[in-house]
């Protein structure tokens, strides 16, 4: 479960894969391998992408982890990397085909634009196993309000693209056959004319609001999660009753 590069356009834009098919799942691995990638190659770039090997984005994190001992790492070096794409010297995009759900689409809300195919579907659905997406309950609403994206993390509900591009969340919306070509088209009217030292300096500075908002935000939510939630009784049974495919048996506790 690891990340792969291609370059495109002579290397000003780096296309970072989420190599797991068929749901790419941001494992404790894929996380450590998406932070290496971007360490190693984000520098002199002009875009960078994230897209999923397949048919979809990210199913999100890997539910086995999703317990005590493991989430403990697993949470704070996910957001390690969602505060390493926030501070990228580049214009960053998500790339979605598919399912982008949970972590997954915790990533792409890091991204500076979403592109996504016609048939994609993009949701929090954490609600389910008695939890909630951190990054994605403080990220969402600064994206598109507080009252659409409490509805998108209380329901767990996924939308279609043509959904979240109404709420402005998504720049465009292609078919699945063209979402590269389109892709590559807003990278060629859009940043390929531009100086990468302009490109760097106003994705940065574009970000600083978001950022000071939501990095400390995070924490907290995080803080929340792992103090809170994970040791409930509840999360613990949501967990194994996707594990075993059935319904599960709350106690609110």
């Given at each position: 479960?690891?990340?792969?590069?291609?370059?495109?356009?002579?290397?000003?834009?780096?296309?970072?894969?989420?190599?797991?098919?068929?749901?790419?799942?941001?494992?404790?691995?894929?996380?450590?391998?998406?932070?290496?990638?971007?360490?190693?190659?984000?520098?002199?770039?002009?875009?960078?992408t994230?897209?999923?090997?397949?048919?979809?984005?990210?199913?999100?994190?890997?539910?086995?982890?999703?317990?005590?001992?493991?989430?403990?790492?697993?949470?704070?070096?996910?957001?390690?990397?969602?505060?390493?794409?926030?501070?990228?010297?580049?214009?960053?995009?998500?790339?979605?085909?598919?399912?982008?759900?949970?972590?997954?689409?915790?990533?792409?809300?890091?991204?500076?634009?979403?592109?996504?195919?016609?048939?994609?579907?993009?949701?929090?659905?954490?609600?389910?196993?008695?939890?909630?997406?951190?990054?994605?309950?403080?990220?969402?609403?600064?994206?598109?309000?507080a009252?659409?994206?409490?509805?998108?993390?209380?329901?767990?509900q996924?939308?279609?693209?043509?959904?979240?591009?109404?709420?402005g969340?998504?720049?465009?919306?292609?078919?699945?056959?063209?979402?590269?070509?389109?892709?590559?088209?807003?990278?060629?009217?859009?940043?390929?004319p531009?100086?990468?030292?302009g490109?760097?300096?106003?994705a940065?500075?574009?970000?600083?609001?978001?950022?000071?908002?939501?990095?400390?935000?995070?924490?907290?939510?995080?803080?929340?999660?792992?103090?809170?939630?994970?040791?409930?009784?509840?999360?613990?049974?949501?967990?194994?009753?996707?594990?075993?495919?059935?319904?599960?048996?709350?106690?609110?506790?």
């Amino acid at each position: 479960m690891t990340a792969r590069t291609i370059e495109e356009r002579g290397g000003a834009w780096l296309r970072v894969v989420l190599n797991a098919p068929p749901g790419n799942l941001l494992s404790l691995e894929m996380v450590r391998s998406v932070t290496a990638v971007l360490a190693a190659s984000a520098v002199g770039r002009k875009w960078i992408t994230f897209e999923g090997a397949g048919t979809h984005f990210s199913y999100g994190a890997m539910i086995h982890e999703h317990v005590p001992g493991p989430m403990e790492q697993v949470l704070p070096e996910t957001h390690a990397l969602l505060r390493q794409i926030l501070a990228l010297p580049a214009a960053t995009a998500a790339l979605v085909r598919g399912a982008c759900l949970g972590g997954g689409f915790e990533l792409a809300l890091a991204c500076d634009v979403i592109i996504a195919s016609d048939e994609a579907s993009l949701g929090l659905p954490e609600i389910a196993l008695a939890a909630f997406p951190p990054a994605g309950a403080v990220v969402l609403p600064l994206r598109i309000g507080a009252s659409r994206a409490a509805s998108a993390v209380l329901t767990g509900q996924a939308q279609s693209a043509a959904v979240w591009k109404s709420a402005g969340l998504i720049e465009e919306v292609a078919s699945g056959a063209e979402l590269l070509e389109t892709a590559g088209a807003w990278f060629d009217r859009h940043l390929a004319p531009r100086s990468s030292v302009g490109i760097a300096a106003a994705a940065q500075a574009s970000r600083i609001p978001l950022r000071s908002i939501a990095e400390p935000a995070i924490a907290a939510a995080e803080r929340m999660y792992l103090e809170r939630v994970l040791p409930s009784r509840d999360a613990a049974e949501g967990v194994s009753a996707f594990l075993g495919k059935r319904a599960p048996q709350w106690k609110d506790r």
